[in-house]
């Protein structure tokens, strides 16, 4: 079992920078591929970021690339998402995942195996 919980969400206005961060507990942390997904309202969860087990490796949806900033302490088994020059289209509920025993990147939520219970974030225009 692996357990993860997000933190740093609020309401922030445009072009303001947000902090998200997904503590895990259980299972050995650096085992796992994770990820960062959002939803907003009416619409379906969307990929933002994944990065693989020792963080050599990052990958990020159309929407947040250049902007949002993915990253892991393994010592720690914490995950980071950096968001900059915030956008009111950036609004939703942000979840981390994790694939348990894998590595590599992953875009499709079905294949992460837990998630986190969601950080709001929204920005105001």
């Known amino acids: 079992q692996v357990q993860l919980v997000e933190s740093g969400g609020g309401l922030v206005q445009a072009g303001a920078s947000l902090r998200l961060s997904c503590a895990a507990s259980g299972r050995t942390f650096s085992g796992h591929a994770i990820g960062w997904f959002r939803q907003a309202p009416g619409k379906e969860r969307e990929f933002v970021a994944a990065?693989?087990?020792?963080?050599?490796?990052?990958h990020y949806g159309d929407l947040v690339k250049g902007r949002f900033t993915i990253s892991r302490d393994n010592a720690k088994s914490t995950m980071s998402l950096q968001m900059n020059s915030l956008k009111p289209e950036d609004t939703a509920v942000y979840y981390c995942a994790a694939k348990l025993y894998t590595d590599g990147v992953y875009s499709r939520d079905s294949v992460y195996n837990y998630w986190g219970q969601g950080t709001q974030v929204t920005v105001s225009s």
């Open positions: 990065i693989t087990r020792i963080g050599g490796f990052t």
